[in-house]
């Protein structure tokens, strides 16, 4: 059984960036209170993170079950940590735009 868990976890995390990627409108929902650029800029960066996560569930899979040299699993090794930075930023980066607009709809309300 544990030897299935790594490959559940990829699938997992594959379907969640698929989905994040193509069928998650929460930012084009925020299209009408918020700056027609940021939402453009925003909707851009979910789908990026959604590929992201999509090409970190491909990189997963391949480091637990590929017979791979040491080389080359190293080289996937430092891809995953690079994925996971870059998928850090762009959520770090969409949630400055969400404290961009929070801040932005309290001026407009006071």
Not at 11 to 29: E, N, R
Request: glycine residues 4%; positive net charge; contains cysteine.
């Amino acid at each position: 059984m544990a030897n299935y868990l790594p490959g559940i976890f990829a699938v997992i995390v594959l379907a969640a960036g698929w989905h994040y990627a193509f069928f998650s409108s929460a930012a084009m929902k925020l299209a009408a209170v918020e700056n027609p650029r940021l939402n453009a800029r925003r909707v851009l960066m979910r789908r990026i993170n959604g590929a992201v996560m999509f090409l970190l569930a491909v990189d997963f899979y391949i480091l637990c079950y590929a017979d791979t040299s040491a080389a080359v699993g190293a080289t996937l090794v430092l891809a995953l940590f690079a994925l996971m930075m870059l998928l850090l930023l762009f959520a770090l980066a969409d949630l400055r735009l969400t404290r961009q607009l929070r801040d932005e709809l309290k001026n407009r309300n006071s």
